[in-house]
């Protein structure tokens, strides 16, 4: 089962601005457990620095369930393939 948990952050852009964010996250992430002065990775937009991203973020679930779904797919093409080639001949 999943939980959940509000990861709440501050960043200084390029012009030493002070920004914040706000991630909700689940259980899966590394950043479920984050303490208050634990820190990450985050990446902004120069041009427009609230626009942020972590990779950190992603779940790992999430990582496991699409590199599932893009190997099965790939399996599948490739038995399609040989079963197309098998009756060609």
Same mark, same amino acid.
């Given at each position: 089962? $999943? ?7 501050? *960043?200084?852009?390029? @012009?030493?601005?002070?920004? !914040? ?21 985050? $990446? ?7 626009? *942020?991203?972590?990779? @950190?973020?992603?779940?790992? !679930? ?28």
């Amino acid at each position: 089962m $999943r939980d959940w948990a509000d990861v709440t952050f501050r *960043y200084t852009d390029g @012009d030493g601005g002070y920004q !914040a964010g706000c991630y909700t996250v689940d259980s899966y992430t590394s950043l479920y457990n984050v303490e208050a002065d634990d820190t990450f990775s985050i $990446r902004y937009n120069p041009a427009r620095p609230e626009e *942020y991203f972590s990779s @950190d973020y992603e779940s790992t !679930a999430e990582s496991r369930l699409w590199g599932f779904l893009i190997s099965g797919a790939i399996f599948l093409v490739a038995v399609i393939w040989l079963l197309v080639q098998a009756f060609k001949q």
